[in-house]
């Protein structure tokens, strides 16, 4: 279940309560009793980590020059996943 923070415009305090996706937002303050409370939302922080995700996610020129590096000059029989088979 996922955790929200809420916070009172009336008298400032502010907590976190776990609850599932289909309860109804809090309305009422614990504190002050009064129908100001709101949910907070902040920002989620993403990091990408490893090498190549550019080269491997974005269709550019750079990208495609090592796709199909080693492909180029062997013939199809020695190149991986190919069908044809040597006799």
């Not at 279940?1 to 599932?20: A, H």
């Not at 974005?58 to 020059?65: A, D, E, I, V, W």
Request: glycine fraction near 8%; charge should be positive.
């Amino acid at each position: 279940m996922p955790i929200y923070t809420y916070r009172c415009e009336n008298c400032g305090v502010q907590f976190d309560y776990t609850q599932k996706f289909t309860d109804d937002p809090l309305t009422r303050c614990p504190e002050c009793n009064k129908k100001a409370l709101r949910k907070v939302y902040t920002p989620v922080g993403v990091v990408f980590k490893g090498s190549g995700f550019y080269a491997t996610d974005h269709r550019s020129p750079s990208g495609m020059k090592f796709a199909s590096k080693g492909t180029e000059d062997k013939p199809a029989s020695e190149v991986a996943g190919s069908t044809k088979t040597a006799k």
